[in-house]
């Protein structure tokens, strides 16, 4: 036997009991005659002492051989501690050590295991294992897998079957590309792994199972944005013989859960908002709605003067900036050069100070008078001590100019509290969404997601103006779910490939086991995903998604640990019959 008990559960009540402990050297401080070691384990810490008075002399020795991190096992009395540490469960007590055994040796780790840390990114990310000793790093784990464990919980009570999908499989249209592996078995073709079980849950349908869910892992292959990875973790679920009010009432009942088991937070019920109106007052749709800086929308109260950048602008907005009017012109033209920072990309801004007496100053008091500014105030919410910050331009990307402004204001100030929940539903997204680069429409969810059946008429005079039975689950500013009513009927199924621009050869080659399928009496459905690992960062107060994950994937997509991706051997591809060629230029 290695321990009677964990690093974290003697106290005082233990007092003169014998006990066993096994675990890592954390801190060893050596006073000659007395040595402290703090050994540790995933449950906590306990103090543990040498004393050349009491402790047999070879034992003594043998802690002088120990360094940081040799993995130990001792045998000992506990006995009250003279300086108590009221942090820690076991701060009133230390083992007064009788025996020891040095289980395995240890280098000396390239970086300090102690909740703040001397190691890089890049190191501790080398040494990931290392890195999930320190507590930080340790809790996140635990605490995504109780989040798991209260999903699995919730949606098993409510007739879920957790049933596992094929990871060999062919392209699914999530948006992204596709990881592909190829076959030895079947020369010159290829898998692609699954950017979500999106078919299979569908067939999983056909198949009257009626209430799917999985906690599994989808690969997109994207460019890494900030804080993606591209093996990530969802809850994918699918239900039948369901309308969307059904889907948002089960999972609206799992985020509360949620927030109620993991957070302590009650919410009574999570507002909706369409699509339309998302982008129309948050110029995004996921929109962070725990603070206001709503948009105002001010074509009407600016395009009546001899203001060109306006008058010639689709869409003049703007928000007010809560205590803003203070700001130093300085300031000001800072707040300038970060928006037309690339990532940005607004040309300029105007703006006007609220006054605390009630009058306005802005930077185009040439053209406006107190009463035009009065009516932006008006439309902007704003208030005396506020400052009106007012972009032009484009409706899309001046929307998404205003919203990264109303962001970065609102964390500047401090209003994104990691303790505050506010989630929303999004509803009515369009159908299709045009794309620029190949001058067509695109499923802005995927190519099975149903059409409104009001707005069907539109498809082919005003495809852009069609909604889809859409809905995405937004927390705090992300979007943490998202899902449709299927199509399930072969016929509206085939017309939407069609409007997609698949000809009917590609429609069958891709989806022909689908609509093989909708021929033998699929159900009505639908579904949705959660995004795990971002949920459970949230859920943490955390931004991150990073630390969520035992082994994550750093910004070019590599595991530096295992150092992978990597080449594979002649060998291996010539069993493959792959041949590499690696263009230079
Ligand atoms: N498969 C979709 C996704 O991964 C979610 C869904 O429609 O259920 O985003």
Redesign the pocket.
Known sequence: MYRTHNNNTLNLKNLGEKVKLSGWAQTIRDKGFIIWIDIRDRYGMTQLVFDAERTPEAVVKKAREIGREFVIQIEGEVIERESKNKNIPTGEIEILVEDLQILNSSKTPPFTIEDETDGGEDLRMKYRYLDLRRSPVKNKLLFRSKVSMAIRNYLSQKDFVDVETPYLIKSTP?GARDFVVPSRMNEGQFYALPQ?P?TFKQLLMVGGLDKYFQIVK?FRDEDLRADRQPEFT?I?CEMSFVDQEEILDTFEGLTKHLLKEINGVEIEKFPRMTYADAMCKYGNDKPDIRFGMEFGELNEVTQHKEFKVFNEAELVVGIAIPGGASYSRKEIDKLIDWIRRPQVGAKGMVYVKCNDDGSFKSSVDKFYDQDDLKAWAEKTGAKPGDLIAVLSGNKNETRAQLSALRMEMATRLGLRKADEFAPLWIVDFPLLEWDEDSKRFHAM??PFTSPKTEDIDKLKSNPGEVRANAYDLVLNGNEIG???IRIHDKETQSKMFDYLGFSEEEARAQFGFLMDAFEYGAPPHG???FGLDRLVAILGGQESIRDFIAFPKNNSGRDIMIDAPAQLSTDQLKELNIEVKLSLD
Do not use: N, P, V, Y
């Open positions: 999530e979500s999106q989808c969802q994918d969810h995927h998202g899902g449709s579904g949705i995903a």
